[in-house]
């Protein structure tokens, strides 16, 4: 579990089971999308995978991490509690995170 205030664009490997379907499964670098605010007084946190596999869509943001390349993967957010944050493993870039964030903001609004 992780002490430290969490922020948002942090990466942490979270563990993500048990799911159910085709939810993403194990214990996988995850992005925080939630914001400060709410991070900061909640024990909870909301997340976005990372993954260096599967089908590129319009909400799967590409990215590269820890020499890696891959997608954030919006279409499968969760709200996690704080005992699942493992460990954590840096930071998405900026632009990686604008573009997430602007995509979060196309498919929630009308």
């Known amino acids: 579990m992780v002490d430290a205030p969490v922020r948002r664009g942090e990466v942490f490997l979270v563990e993500l089971n048990s799911t159910r379907g085709r939810e993403i499964r194990k214990t996988r670098p995850c992005v925080i999308v939630s914001p400060d605010e709410l991070n900061a007084h909640m024990g909870t946190y909301i997340v976005a995978p990372l993954t260096t596999g599967g089908h590129v869509y319009p909400f799967r943001i590409a990215c590269r991490f820890a020499g890696k390349t ?41």
Request: proline share 5%; net charge positive; hydrophobic share 45%.
């Open 70 to 110: 891959g997608h954030i993967v919006l279409d499968q957010l969760r709200t996690v509690d704080r005992e699942r944050l493992t460990k954590r493993l840096g930071s998405v870039t900026a632009p990686a995170l604008s573009k997430a964030l602007g995509v979060l903001q196309e498919m929630f609004m009308p």
